[in-house]
């Protein structure tokens, strides 16, 4: 007989049901945003109360700027890099003392395991890169405060450097002699702000991993920011999607007027593979991960980091 496609190993829409489907997996891919970092203490932005976007009005009054969005806008930072500096310092980036999560430790797991296809992450704070994963199962899709770089002579700061540069207080200007003085160019962390192009090779692997992907994890992003939150409308669509998240994310086309793609719906009743799992991100990876039987050895990788 044909060998079982693995659509019809999901009899219907459970977590029992994505459980026995990624024991057979071997290309998962795991899009992952700020709410896998938020049990670390790191705020994302968009949950109310205490987002980033809900707490920045000091800084939106003092530069008069309209929107939380714009102090992540690339054509702000060019005319005048001093809010975002201001900004990462207040919120200790690059912050050295914030441990990995669960989530974190999950998705290394599925590496270890060897099916992991790819995690994209749209996050900066390079949680994942610590829980030893190798470098080529993560794409960090809008970069990281790993490095800086001189926007003037294209000079780069190594993460030490951008943060001794950060918390002097002072917008970081670039040291290297040009012709015997300084450059005073403005250093840019290597994160991608809006308007701003993702890395080059981003498509192109994208692409790729997504013709293969045999399982696609979302967890812990609202899918507002594109084009990563295409991917979910780019797997096969035979591919079974297990959304992990707070609240369901892409239920109303009317919120999402403004992108140009049509995003996943899981309430649509075509998505007879779509799985939800609301609440705590930890809390679903626990349940996950005990219906796997993998949850002792994700304790003990929690328990070492
Ligand atoms: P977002 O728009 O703030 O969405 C986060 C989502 O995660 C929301 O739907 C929340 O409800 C959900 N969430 C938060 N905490 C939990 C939790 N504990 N359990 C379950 N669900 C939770 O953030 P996105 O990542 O979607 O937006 C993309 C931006 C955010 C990227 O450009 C990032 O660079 C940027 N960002 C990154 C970080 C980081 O690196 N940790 C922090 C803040 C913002």
């Known amino acids: 007989p044909p060998e079982p496609s693995p659509t019809s190993l999901i009899k219907c829409a459970t977590v029992d049901a994505i459980a026995s489907h990624l024991k057979n997996c071997k290309n998962v891919l795991v899009l992952t ?10 705020p994302d932005f968009r949950t109310p109360g205490s987002g980033v976007y809900d707490n920045v009005q000091k800084y939106l009054d003092k530069y008069h700027l309209q929107s939380a969005q714009k102090l ?6 060019q005319q005048d890099p001093e809010p975002f500096y ?12 914030v441990k990995p999560t669960i ?25 994942q890169s ?13 970069g990281s405060f790993r490095s ?3 926007m003037k002579c294209a000079a780069k700061l190594d993460k030490t450097q951008l ?40 498509l192109c692997t994208i692409s790729k991993d997504e013709d293969k992907c045999d399982l696609l994890v979302v967890m812990g992003t609202s899918l507002q920011v594109a084009p990563v939150n295409k991917i979910p409308n780019s797997v096969p669509s035979s591919t079974p999607r297990l959304l992990i998240n707070r609240e369901k994310v892409c239920t109303n086309p009317e919120t999402y007027t ?48």
Request: a negative charge.
């Open 72 to 77: 992540f806008s690339y054509e702000l930072f």
């Open 163 to 202: 943060k001794e540069a950060i918390f002097c207080g002072e917008v970081a200007k670039c040291m290297v002699s040009v012709e015997g003085n300084a450059c005073g160019g403005v250093i840019k962390p290597d994160i991608v702000m809006f308007g701003e192009a993702l890395p080059q090779d981003y």
């Open 148 to 150: 800086g770089t001189c």
């Open 33 to 42: 945003g700020a709410g896998i970092s938020t049990s670390a203490g790191i």
């Open 103 to 127: 989530a974190h430790h999950f998705i290394k797991l599925l590496s270890d395991k060897g099916v992991l296809l790819r995690n994209y992450t749209q996050n900066i704070d390079m949680l």
């Open 86 to 97: 201001a900004l990462a310092r207040e919120m200790k980036y690059p912050n050295a003392n």
């Open 258 to 305: 403004h992108m140009s793609a049509p995003l996943f719906f899981f309430d649509h009743p075509d998505n007879k593979t779509d799985v939800f799992m609301g609440g705590d991100i930890d809390s679903s990876l626990t349940e996950l991960a005990k219906k796997l039987g993998w949850w002792e050895e994700l304790e003990k990788m929690v328990g070492e980091k």
């Open 130 to 142: 610590q829980t030893g994963i190798p470098d080529n199962k993560v794409f960090e899709v809008h």
